[in-house]
């Protein structure tokens, strides 16, 4: 019972860090893309609203917004899910 129960852990551990990998490489591959996305954006938010923005603030902007990546979500989300199958087996 036990080495059934320990082998369905270490399976499901397995595939909780394998998700967590994926999610991870995607962020790291994604993620600059997505922030000179955000940038651009805001480049153009600022000419079109006529407000000067420096590079700084055009940055702070930029690393607020991509708090909310779908990137960071994902491996947010994948980090928990190890974490409780750590916790609860």
Known sequence: M??????DYCKELKKSF???EKSTN???????????????REEKLA???GIPMTDEEVETNVAIQA?????RRKVNEDAQRVLKVMKDG
Do not use: N
């Open 2 to 7: 036990l080495y059934k129960f320990m082998e």
């Open 18 to 20: 394998k998700a967590l």
């Open 26 to 40: 995607a962020a790291i591959k994604g993620e600059p893309k997505y922030r000179d996305g955000l940038k651009e």
């Open 47 to 49: 000419e079109i609203d």
């Open 67 to 71: 708090q909310a990546s779908p990137y």
